[in-house]
């Protein structure tokens, strides 16, 4: 009788044993410990993304002082006027919790001189622009966690508020000259650093385990800077991931920015642009 009562106790200790094998872990010491595939998931998640941004179109109207100059630029005008660009994303959250960044900037330059005919008269002139547009927000995030692979349908929708920081500089400088004497000089500057109240939102769905559509848009300024003190993002585009944590994604991008000091005389910038955008992001 006891040892068929102990052989039953002991089959029924080795089939819980078996039910709890793939959830616990017994130590040496005879304690139960938990598995690593039942340990709770980091609630810490964060985003890099580096990109570049290629204008197809670019105009700009800066005014020093009353006086106004346009330049309106296609691809090739850019391409060959650029002198540096950076640009590059950024996310941490906790929870639905998180902060973003979105750095910017680019310079533009060009110089160029012209004779007359006869040699009488030489004009040179050199132009110089940058523009930085920095980011930095309280983000909250709604659906699921961002990811380079997902099931179709998943999707997140992340409205966003801060700060944006533009920094516009402007040099100009025009010179005639004549038997290498200079015969006319004038100079002129533009340079305003100003901060906005920022809001806007991002959504992305996955189509397919790998592809993604994603979207941006966001509106900076309110008027609360100048008489016009405007920005804007507007993106649509798709993302493939070429790794289980990396993501290649492609979209149309528009940039806007408008500002006027509202002095007399006026002085002021405008700064439009659309094209295409190509970045690489990486999921942690």
Same mark, same amino acid.
């Given at each position: 009788?006891? %040892? &068929?009562? &102990?052989?039953?106790?002991? $089959?029924?200790? @080795?089939?819980?044993?078996?039910?709890?094998?793939?959830?616990?872990?017994?130590?040496?010491?005879?304690?139960?410990?938990?598995?690593? %595939?039942?340990?709770?998931?980091?609630?810490?998640?964060?985003?890099?993304?580096? =990109?570049?941004? %290629?204008?197809?179109?670019?105009?700009?109207?800066?005014?020093?002082?009353?006086?106004?100059?346009? !330049?309106?630029?296609?691809? #090739?005008?850019?391409?060959?006027?650029?002198?540096?660009?950076?640009?590059?994303?950024?996310?941490?959250?906790?929870?639905?919790?998180?902060?973003?960044?979105?750095? +910017?900037?680019?310079?533009?330059?060009?110089?160029?001189?012209?004779?007359?005919?006869? #040699?009488?008269? $030489?004009?040179? %002139?050199?132009?110089?622009?940058?523009? @930085?547009?920095?980011?930095?927000?309280?983000? +909250?995030?709604?659906?699921?966690?961002?990811? !380079?692979?997902?099931?179709?349908?998943?999707? /997140?929708?992340?409205? =966003?508020? @801060?700060?944006?920081?533009?920094? !516009?500089?402007?040099?100009?400088?025009?010179?005639?000259? /004549?038997?290498?004497?200079?015969?006319?000089?004038?100079?002129?500057?533009?340079?305003?650093?100003?901060?906005?109240?920022?809001?806007?939102?991002?959504?992305?769905?996955?189509?397919?385990?790998?592809?993604?559509?994603?979207?941006? !848009?966001?509106?900076?300024?309110?008027?609360?800077?100048?008489?016009?003190?405007?920005?804007?993002?507007?993106?649509? #585009?798709?993302?493939?991931?070429?790794?289980?944590?990396?993501?290649?994604?492609? /979209?149309?991008?528009?940039?806007?920015?408008? +500002?006027?000091?509202?002095?007399?005389?006026?002085?002021?910038?405008?700064?439009?642009?659309?094209?295409?955008?190509?970045?690489?992001?990486?999921? &942690?």
């Amino acid at each position: 009788m006891n %040892a &068929f009562f &102990f052989r039953n106790l002991t $089959t029924r200790a @080795g089939l819980v044993g078996l039910i709890s094998a793939g959830s616990l872990l017994i130590s040496p010491s005879g304690q139960a410990q938990t598995s690593e %595939a039942d340990a709770p998931a980091t609630p810490w998640r964060a985003t890099v993304e580096l =990109y570049g941004l %290629a204008p197809l179109k670019l105009d700009t109207r800066t005014t020093i002082n009353g006086f106004s100059t346009n !330049a309106d630029l296609d691809l #090739g005008d850019v391409l060959s006027r650029l002198k540096w660009a950076s640009s590059l994303r950024a996310s941490v959250e906790h929870g639905r919790l998180g902060l973003l960044t979105d750095l +910017y900037y680019s310079k533009l330059g060009q110089e160029g001189a012209r004779t007359t005919p006869r #040699g009488l008269l $030489t004009g040179n %002139a050199k132009l110089g622009a940058s523009q @930085g547009i920095y980011d930095l927000a309280v983000r +909250y995030r709604i659906g699921d966690p961002e990811a !380079a692979v997902g099931q179709p349908g998943q999707f /997140s929708l992340i409205p =966003y508020a @801060g700060v944006r920081v533009i920094d !516009a500089q402007l040099d100009t400088e025009a010179e005639i000259s /004549s038997n290498g004497q200079t015969i006319f000089q004038r100079e002129g500057s533009f340079g305003r650093t100003w901060a906005q109240p920022l809001l806007g939102t991002q959504a992305t769905v996955f189509l397919s385990p790998r592809l993604r559509a994603f979207a941006r !848009a966001d509106i900076g300024g309110f008027g609360l800077s100048g008489k016009r003190d405007l920005s804007g993002n507007a993106q649509l #585009g798709l993302g493939y991931a070429v790794g289980n944590n990396t993501d290649l994604n492609i /979209s149309w991008r528009y940039l806007g920015i408008e +500002y006027d000091n509202n002095k007399t005389p006026q002085s002021g910038f405008k700064s439009t642009q659309n094209g295409i955008e190509v970045g690489l992001k990486f999921f &942690f």
